[in-house]
C-alpha cells in the first residue's frame, strides 16, 4: 500500500492528501482516522460449483489464476464445511 504525506501526516490515499491540504488551507480543523467504527457485513447466501469430484469422493478445483476471492471464497467454504475434501490443481506458469 502507497502512503502519501502532507505536512508530516500520512495518508492512504493520494485524494485524501489533497483533501487534507486543501482544508488545512482553509483553516478547516479535522482529524483523520481518529477511530475504528465496528459493523457486521451482511451474510450472503452462495453456492460452490466444484470442477469436478472424483468417485472416492475428493472435489477437484482447476485454477489458472487464484485471486483473493477465490482464496475467501474457500475458506468460507471448508470453515462451514469442514468434512468436504477438497484438493486444488494450479496452472503451471
Known amino acids: 500500500m502507497r502512503i502519501y504525506a502532507h505536512r508530516g501526516r500520512k495518508y492512504r490515499s493520494k485524494l485524501e492528501a ?3 491540504k486543501s482544508c488545512q488551507s482553509r483553516r478547516i480543523k479535522f482529524t483523520y482516522e481518529p477511530f475504528k467504527i465496528p459493523y ?3 451474510a450472503k447466501d452462495r453456492h ?3 470442477d469436478m469430484v ?3 469422493g475428493i472435489i477437484v478445483e482447476i485454477k489458472g ?3 483473493k476471492e ?3 471464497k474457500h475458506l ?3 470453515n462451514q464445511n469442514p468434512k468436504l475434501d477438497i484438493r ?3 496452472k503451471d506458469n
Open 18 to 20: 489533497k483533501i487534507a
Open 40 to 42: 457486521v457485513q451482511p
Open 48 to 50: 460452490y460449483l466444484p
Open 54 to 56: 472424483l468417485e472416492n
Open 65 to 67: 489464476v487464484f485471486r
Open 70 to 72: 477465490d482464496r475467501d
Open 76 to 78: 468460507n467454504l471448508k
Open 88 to 90: 486444488f490443481v494450479f
